[in-house]
């Protein structure tokens, strides 16, 4: 799958799982970069972060980024 919405975040963060079960239950396709076993990835989202670690990372296909996404403000950036 080739997709350029990118949600970088780790496994065992909630707000990381809610955001991807959102995406899949609204079926919008995603690449899933999993920071805990990727340095860098973790060093990626540091660098768009003032060197914090925050999960979810989103990128978007307009190039926007959002971090610790809600519900909503995924739903509006994808226009759902």
């Known amino acids: 799958m080739d997709t350029k919405l990118k949600v970088y975040g780790a496994k ?4 990381t799982q ?4 959102f995406l ?3 079926n919008i396709p995603y690449a899933w970069i999993d920071v ?4 860098e990835a973790l060093a990626l ?6 060197g ?5 990372t989103i990128f978007f296909e ?3 980024i959002q971090f610790e ?8 950036t994808l226009g759902l």
């Open 12 to 15: 065992t963060c909630p707000d």
């Open 18 to 21: 809610r955001a991807r079960r």
């Open 24 to 26: 899949e239950e609204h």
């Open 36 to 39: 805990d076993e990727d340095p």
């Open 45 to 50: 989202i540091k660098s768009v972060n003032n």
């Open 52 to 56: 914090q670690r925050t999960t979810p």
């Open 62 to 64: 307009d190039g926007s």
């Open 69 to 76: 996404s809600t519900n909503e403000q995924l739903a509006q």
